[in-house]
């Protein structure tokens, strides 16, 4: 009955929400064993601090929209892949593609997706390394393989990105374009600030 088939599925989503969750939890540990031991060979942790969430089903269901899909957790599964998302603060510019480089050496860690907006920024100033990674997650029966995606930005990077969010959503997206040139002017700011500072840390690290 069709009763019967939407307990199917919704008992088919609890349990890939519980896997992404279990995903997202291998990843951040990963990180921050990686962070401490960075912190005790270079003498500063490159990670600021680590936020991750689990997309929603209704935003899962609202990408699948955007994507022409069928709303089922199949499609979910082969196609979103941000259900489970880490996002990587950093100190320093370089911090980034060493927590990057240091991930992805890792035996089990599979990288599926490269976005890198730092070398290549998007037209309105955002900036930030973007992964998907596929790990094995352990199940009594079974291993999967399941993909988180991971964003990687400095403090200055996530300042932008936060605020430069809120003001787009405080203004349904319309009026910021009336500010667009000012807030790519911010992002070059912040990108020459964060450089020098870099700059400053490897001259002292001499
Ligand atoms: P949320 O709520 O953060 O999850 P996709 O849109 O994911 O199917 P693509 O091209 O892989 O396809 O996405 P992209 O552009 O590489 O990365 C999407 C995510 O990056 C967004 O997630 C944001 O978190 C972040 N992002 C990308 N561009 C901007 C930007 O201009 N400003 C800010 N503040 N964040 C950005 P979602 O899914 O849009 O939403």
Known sequence: SSREDARTSLIKLAQTMQIYNGAMKVVSAKLELLDDEFQFSNKHNPIHHLEYRIKSPLSIGKKLQKYGLPLTVEAARERVLDIAGIRVICNFLDDVYAVEKMLLQQADVTLVKRKDYIEQAKANGYRSLHLVVKVPIFLSGSTEEIPVEIQLRTVAMDYWASL????????????????AAMLLDCAATLADTEKKMLFIRQ???E
């Open 164 to 179: 430069e969010h809120m003001l787009r959503y405080k203004n349904k997206d319309s009026d910021t374009q009336q500010y």
């Open 203 to 205: 001259h002292i690290e």
